[in-house]
């Protein structure tokens, strides 16, 4: 189907850009340049089909394209001067050669010669299925008599009674500069994509065909997709070579993306057809649904259990490479990024919470007999999904095996979680116990209870009985994940460094050789 491709871009002296080599690139010209006294030549296995277009009021000279950019170079005088206007459209290959070629000249006609500009098109055809044009227009106006005009021009400030006001300071009258086209707003710009998109859609519906495009981004088009990368000449030869590209990598990042978007949204779909009969279905206040849809801009995910724990892992990721260049470039032009990922990492956190309330508001109006205080989130949303799943409550025997049962999975999920992430930190989890000993400490000094002494225990209330369990099995829980990724750290020293006693380093230094380690294995596979 036809595709809508509008770049445009600046050719400046100050990025080291040349008006003479960049013409010869895209017409496959060889073409001398006066300013840098040599030849520019780049060959091309099929030969651009190459036009110059100029306005009744630019002279004769300006269709040879030697003598033009040349011209341009000596007019733009300053070291960082923009020598030219860059665009690249791709064009429709639902539409022949001499379509593709009447479609692009009369707009180029319209919107850049018929304003002012020369327009310096080259047609490149030499790569399967992407044929597509590069423009480079002039930069400045020319007069009536053909000569160069100015970019800007000085506009004086008068007095009420029509004088120019005069500086005393300055010793001259007050002035401003202004623009002498509108080339250079954004709103031009604008109109220049627009039209492109017009164009095309009224050549493909002149020939017959059924096919439109638009010049709108996905955003504005009220899309989730994410609109994937242009690749770019060099990018695009590597992936045709069957070698990956940063550009080719992202944009099968992206696609990955779109497609569990797309599954997203279909689950989405039929999850609320069948909550329109389920009696059993999520409820969220008013307010917790505004601030969900809010977290969900900002963390662009749907708000899920299992989306949030695939942003942590991101996030955590994240983290870890951008506190690595920190380290390695010893400055702070990763602060902004740190930043960023805190302020993530509070929304997911912030989301998990209203989850979590939500699932416990769930299971206390469907299970009144389930100690709630004793269940994990991940076991609470277990028991919510399949209550939902299935349409009907549990009884009190199959709701303890499908709490028992999530209780494993939850062990050996999360430890599957610890052994694959390298980055994982003891010191984390250590402040999560130390929390949840402060809260049994709390607990156990207002109600007298020993820890050494059951019967301190077996005599309280069960409402107390039940509220003391469910502060003691987090306890379990984040003691054997300090113990397994003590395990992993230990069993990854021993592997690749046996000469070392581990005994010997601190926690902090065990953990930076596992994720070193982890880190050069990572990249072995990727080469």
Not at 151 to 169: A, F, L, S, T
Not at 491 to 508: F, G
Request: proline fraction near 3%; glycine fraction near 4%.
């Amino acid at each position: 189907m036809a595709i809508y491709h509008f770049e445009a871009k600046v050719i400046s002296r100050g990025k080291g850009q040349s008006a003479i080599a960049s013409a010869s690139y895209r017409s496959g010209e060889k073409l001398y340049s006066e300013r840098y006294n040599k030849f520019n030549f780049y060959g091309r296995s099929v030969a651009p089909k190459t036009f110059i277009l100029k306005p009744s009021n630019a002279p004769d000279w300006t269709l040879n394209r030697q003598k033009l950019w040349n011209e341009v170079e000596k007019i733009e005088k300053s070291k960082n001067a923009q020598l030219a206007r860059d665009f690249i459209l791709a064009l429709p290959s639902e539409l022949n050669e001499e379509e593709q070629e009447e479609l692009l000249l009369n707009y180029c006609q319209e919107n850049f010669v018929n304003h002012g500009m020369v327009a310096d098109i080259a047609i490149h055809r030499d790569k399967d299925g992407n044929p597509h044009a590069h423009i480079m227009t002039t930069n400045r106006p020319f007069k009536e008599n053909g000569d160069w005009g100015t970019r800007q021009k000085k506009v004086y400030h008068y007095d009420e009674q029509g004088n120019k006001i005069y500086d005393k300071e300055k010793k001259t009258y007050q002035c401003s500069t202004e623009k002498t086209t509108d080339w250079d707003s954004k709103e031009r710009l604008k109109q220049w994509r627009e039209n492109w998109a017009v164009a095309i859609n009224n050549s493909l519906e002149k020939k017959g065909l059924n096919i439109t495009v638009t010049d709108k981004s996905f955003k504005e088009q009220g899309k989730k997709e994410l609109p994937t990368k242009h690749l770019g000449s060099y990018a695009h030869q590597l992936e045709l070579k069957g070698l990956p590209s940063e550009n080719g990598d992202i944009n099968r990042e992206i696609k990955k993306y779109n497609q569990l978007l797309y599954k997203q949204e279909q689950l989405e779909k039929e999850t609320k057809e069948k909550n329109q009969t389920n009696p059993f279905t999520r409820h969220f206040t008013p307010k917790e649904k505004r601030i969900l849809s809010d977290l969900s801009k900002e963390l662009n995910v749907f708000i899920s259990f299992e989306k949030l724990e695939d942003k942590k892992r991101m996030l955590n990721n994240w983290k870890n490479s951008a506190l690595a260049k920190q380290a390695m470039t010893n400055g702070q032009e990763q602060e902004p990024i740190l930043s960023k990922i805190k302020d993530q990492k509070e929304a997911v956190e912030q989301a998990e919470i209203l989850l979590n309330k939500e699932a416990q508001r769930f299971i206390s109006a469907h299970y009144p007999k389930v100690n709630t205080n004793a269940l994990s989130p991940y076991m609470a949303r277990e028991l919510v999904d399949k209550t939902i799943h299935n349409e009907q409550l549990f009884d009190l025997k199959e709701t303890e095996q499908i709490l028992l049962k999530s209780q494993q999975q939850e062990l050996s999920h999360n430890l599957s979680l610890l052994l694959k992430d390298p980055y994982i930190s003891v010191r984390v989890m250590k402040e999560k116990l130390n929390k949840q000993e402060a809260i049994l400490k709390t607990f156990c000094a207002k109600h007298d209870i020993q820890l050494e002494n059951k019967e301190s225990v077996a005599r309280q209330s069960d409402e107390v009985k039940k509220a003391f369990q469910g502060i003691i099995q987090p306890l379990a829980r984040y003691k054997m994940a300090i113990k397994a990724v003590h395990y992993y750290h230990e069993t990854t020293i021993k592997e690749h460094l046996p000469m070392i006693d581990s005994k010997q380093l601190n926690e902090l230094q065990k953990s930076n050789c596992a994720m070193l380690f982890s880190i050069l294995a990572t990249n072995s596979k990727k080469k």
